[in-house]
């Protein structure tokens, strides 16, 4: 079983970037597909990203291709979300989520059997 700790979330002003990163610990991080979601205040969870589990595949929500980059480092156990030009509108607690399987990703909450606690950006106007 995989456990998942997100960090590097914070206030910002728009425009700004950060990136948010998932510590995974456990063992055969490479078999588990990743994804970031978010959830703001009144809201339902939604999906942002995703990458398979050797990093070959990946995907974006509409609102935030061409400014957010999800990557990983296998051999450090760690997912990343480079977020760039952020907006108001990215304000949320961001979780990094996890699936045991090769080679797929995956856009629903509930296809993910993993989740960390969560990490909240802000975006000032």
């Known amino acids: 079983q995989v456990q998942l700790v997100e960090s590097g979330g914070g206030l910002v002003q728009t425009g700004a970037s950060l990136m948010l990163s998932c510590a995974a610990s456990?063992?055969?991080?490479?078999?588990?597909?990743m994804g970031w979601f978010r959830q703001a205040p009144g809201k339902e969870r939604e999906f942002v990203a995703a990458?398979?589990?050797?990093?070959?595949?990946?995907d974006y929500a509409e609102f935030v291709k061409g400014r957010f980059t999800v990557s990983r480092d296998n051999a450090k156990n760690t997912l990343y979300l480079q977020m760039n030009s952020l907006k108001p509108e990215d304000t949320a607690v961001y979780y990094c989520?996890?699936?045991?399987?090769?080679?797929?990703?995956?856009?629903?909450?509930?296809?993910?059997?993993?989740w960390g606690q969560g990490t909240q950006v802000t975006v000032s106007s």
């Open positions: 456990g063992r055969a991080f490479n078999t588990y597909a």
């Open positions: 990458i398979s589990s050797a990093g070959l595949i990946t």
């Open positions: 989520a996890a699936r045991q399987v090769y080679g797929s990703i995956y856009y629903q909450y509930f296809e993910y059997a993993h």
